[in-house]
């Protein structure tokens, strides 16, 4: 078989873990397996607030500071995943990396200047720290392992800094780099997550939780059996287990619904990682690198029932609904530009709403993108007609996920009147034609508790699924 295994930053958050991870691969050595890695845990958010504080605060003293706990983490996982000669070997590589990246803070700090480029170039060090180390802990392990960039595996993207599309050309490249790697030389790759290159060769991030396209695009590109996720969960369960302890894992899930899974919040994969595999139809595997032997959730391009006919519930809590309304104006006119302002200012909408009236659009941002979005409508008043832009803060969305919801009359009468006789007023409503989802925003508070009451009403815990199949 040939697998991509791609292996989070939890799951790789210290050296006894690294070592473990390797042990899992190198128990699949019968395979083809490319891996590829995120960053330690906690590593890409610190780079994220070192590049930030060397802009704002000019601090040398800092700099040092930070380097220096970085240096400290990595070499400790050294020193926990790795034997001789790779140790000395992996040391001295890490050594260099941080060097580059203390000259790289300075840099920042003295010119009090921070690009997207540059701050793309600072997150990949949490990739590019992570993946030699894996690869030594397998070379110790008598696997034999190379250590890739994204780049040096063939992963061409647009220049969009901090939210980078991989370009077409990435896949031939991909097959043509990495194949030999597997199939004549034997060897196991490990490719850092999260990063590409522009073809002028700078640097690029595909957005947070990107290790996961990454691995889905090697794995398209090389025309792999399959993908597994390693994750510290079981797989995919019905609902956050924090918010519903009794959730339940969910054992095969269709690619549509797990992208909507994901799209409305669902920690489970990046939302744009299932593009890859698609047309492909290479099955994604969710497994625990603490519970090895469970057989996760699979993805496939399958969608099957359940006696739920819900499959599972998500929640997003920091979220801003932004109207535009007014009178006088065209309608589709307006639309267009307020998309294609939020789209030159990277904004994000997760869920639309249009009264029938036409007067009245309604949009949930996250609200990390709610300064971009009202300074790109800050002069609504110069558009044709009477445009006004506001907002409602502290809502929160939830989603109910399912093929089985389509074409089930009744489904979205169950969730608003459960919702109703429990007091919770809903803010806004949208279902898209596919069926496959309904979602809605309620005030921020009342947000888990309507996760809790629907998973009871559709009986979430005690769902069963059918092999039934929708088309
Ligand atoms: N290290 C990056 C992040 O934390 C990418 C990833 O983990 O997938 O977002
Ligand atoms: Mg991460």
Redesign the pocket.
Known sequence: MRIVM?F??TSVKDGRSIRHCAKLVSKYSDNEVVVVV??MAG???SLTNAAKKCYTEQSTGYIKMFVAELAKKHYDAVKDAVDEPYRSKVMEYIDRLIDELEKVLLGISYLGELTKRSEDYI?SF??RLSAPIFSSALLSLGIDSLAMTGGDAGIITNSNFGRAKPLSISYELVRNRIEPIIKLRGSTPVVT??IGTTEDGNIT??????????ATLIAAAIDADEVWLWKEVDGVLTADPKIVPEAKLISEISYQEAMELAHFGAKIL?PRALEPLIKKRIPVRIKNTFNPENPGTVITDRCNTTTGIVKALTLIDKVTIVNVSGAGFDFAEVMAEVFRRFAEAGVNVIMISQSSSELNLSMVIDRSDLRRAMKALTDVDSWNGNVNVSKVDDVAVVSAVGAAMAGTPGVAGRIFSALGKAGINIIMISQSCSEYNISFAVSRDDGKKAVKILHDEFCLSDAVEINTFIK
């Open positions: 791609k989070g930053g995120s960053a590593v890409t958010d997150l949490g990739e997550g999260f991030t595909l957005g947070r939780g990107g290790s996961d396209l990454t990046h």
